[in-house]
């Protein structure tokens, strides 16, 4: 039992020698050796700690649990204080993508009016090479009944246009020397519906798209309910709501302005 006792003070009294050394400057990295009873120690035992990383492991240690307090002496979670722009910009990302998207997909669509962007989807076969259309040849328009396609390398004027009469348009292009003319022919009744009911699934995958990324943000925001005061909660879930009607009306514009185009063949 004496042993035992003898054995903690003098772990104590080496852990104070420690610490006191590095507070003072010294070099606490010697040996110590227990000259005590060999009952107790071993007489060739050594003990060696570097006191400087004792101590540096300890505050590292207490800092690890260290948390923030307010003047209340409450425990808070401090929050960057940019974390507000950032889930606004990431919703403003995917709601402009969204809209981006709603336009690749109208363009496609054919109305009665020339537009260069409507054979931007057209896959032509080239050299056993498969790629857009827009990539080998410059689309322009002549007039508004009218459009004049320009192949970078005339030797491919044959398969752009067997790739043109093979789209969904309902086009004939024609060659023109080293260029092809293709003219749009006026819209059906039965094609004007078929094209209105396109635009209006168009637009309402663009609702969903931006309603999607608005959820993603109110989803951000709950994470904040316990390190954010109330008041600038609400102003943020009011800022992304805003975003989202402003997107909304304008996929909508942007599809009534092609059904639009479209009526009037």
Do not use: W
């Amino acid at each position: 039992m004496m042993s035992g006792y003898a054995r903690r003070a003098l772990s104590c009294r080496n852990l104070f020698m420690f610490r006191s050394s590095a507070l003072h400057g010294f070099d606490a990295t010697h040996i110590i050796r227990s000259t005590t009873n060999t009952q107790m120690f071993d007489n060739d035992r050594v003990l060696s700690v570097p006191a400087t990383n004792f101590i540096i492991e300890s505050r590292r240690s207490f800092a690890k649990g260290r948390r923030s307090k307010d003047e209340a002496g409450v425990s808070t979670i401090e929050v960057p204080p940019n974390v507000g722009p950032n889930i606004k910009a990431s919703a403003v990302s995917q709601m402009e993508a969204a809209m981006a998207a709603l336009s690749a997909e109208l363009s496609k669509l054919r109305t009665g009016r020339a537009s260069p962007g409507m054979l931007d989807h057209i896959i032509v076969e080239t050299g056993g090479i498969k790629m857009p259309l827009n990539r080998i040849a410059v689309v322009s328009v002549i007039d508004s009944k009218t459009l004049s396609v320009n192949p970078y390398d005339p030797e491919t004027l044959k398969q752009l246009e067997n790739a043109i009469v093979s789209s969904p348009l309902g086009l004939n292009p024609k060659a023109d020397g080293e260029r092809l003319i293709a003219v749009i022919p006026p819209l059906t009744k039965e094609h004007m519906q078929a094209m209105t009911k396109l635009v209006a699934k168009s637009c309402e995958d663009a609702r969903q798209s931006i309603r999607r990324a608005r959820q993603k943000a109110m989803d951000a925001i709950k994470k904040l309910y316990s390190s954010l005061p109330k008041d600038d909660i609400k102003r943020l879930e009011k800022e992304v709501d805003d975003l989202t009607k402003k997107f909304i009306k304008s996929a909508e514009d942007t599809c009534k302005a092609k059904e639009k185009e479209i009526s009037q063949g």
